[in-house]
């Protein structure tokens, strides 16, 4: 399932119909008019349509009845019939081209790779973890919290820098980047510290401190200095000073005893 792909292809014939006044139609418009609901077959039956050379371009026939399924549960509730409210909340009331297919698609490109991501035997996991970080809903947050837990430290790194790039922070997050910079894997430990620095969490200066100061690996020292300059303050400038101060102090005392 190709993202770039999916989003950018271009539909010609109905999806372009106008009205009377010249505005481009919605996918309800054009299939249903005034309708305020149908049966959930007659909606199924009219995004077939509307959408069969798209569908057959990119998905098999097994993922084109999941697709449906999806659309059924997460726009309509799993109803037996189909709103135009439900089906507006869900589109928007964007007048461009190609709306609801783009959300659509895109929803649906999100519950893949969250299903890639917690099938253990996928051989595209840690691809699925990456592309997840291009979404920022509450399902996909809560699923990159819970891979910080995984068995399998190349996940729980990829999925600290996941949320990092999410660019969402909050309490729960913060906290368990911190958590992630006790992590036995050098690697999670050098995620974290680079997370917690692109999302500039303040509260973690004086862990990452810790690590900075006494990580027996020189890889997540780096990292976390990089994170203290990004996230910057007082305190991280202070430590950061500090730090030097001792370590010139150091290399000091270490060429006085060549002598």
């Known amino acids: 399932m190709e993202t770039s792909t999916i989003l950018e292809a271009s539909e010609k014939g109905k999806e372009q119909a106008v009205d009377d006044a010249g505005k481009l139609m919605t996918f309800w418009e054009r299939s249903f008019g005034d309708a305020a609901d149908v049966p959930w077959f007659k909606f199924q039956q009219a995004f077939l349509n509307e959408y069969q050379s798209r569908l057959q371009r990119l998905l098999s026939d097994d993922n084109t009845q999941w697709l449906l399924h999806l659309l059924r549960n997460e726009i309509f509730d799993g109803d037996d019939e189909a709103t135009r409210e439900k089906f507006m909340a869900f589109r928007g ?146 430590a950061i000073h500090m730090t030097k101060v001792l370590s010139d102090e150091m290399k000091v005392l270490g060429k006085a005893r060549t002598f």
């Open 93 to 238: 009331k964007s007048r461009e081209k190609h709306v609801f297919w783009k959300r659509a698609s895109q929803m649906a490109i999100e519950k893949y790779n969250m299903h890639q991501v917690f099938d253990m035997d996928s051989s595209v996991r840690l691809t699925a973890v990456e592309n997840l970080s291009k979404f920022s809903s509450p399902a996909v947050i809560d699923a990159l919290l819970k891979l910080l837990d995984d068995v399998d430290p190349n996940i729980r790194a990829v999925a600290a820098i996941s949320l990092a790039r999410t660019e969402v922070t909050n309490a729960k997050i913060s906290e368990k980047l911190i958590r992630s910079l006790k992590d036995p894997d050098r690697l999670v430990r050098e995620s974290g510290c680079l997370a917690l620095g692109h999302l500039k969490v303040e509260k973690a200066v004086s862990h990452i401190v810790a690590l900075w100061r006494n990580d027996a690996i020189s890889h997540v020292r780096g990292a976390a200095e990089v994170a203290l300059t990004n996230i910057g303050g007082a305190e991280a400038e202070k």
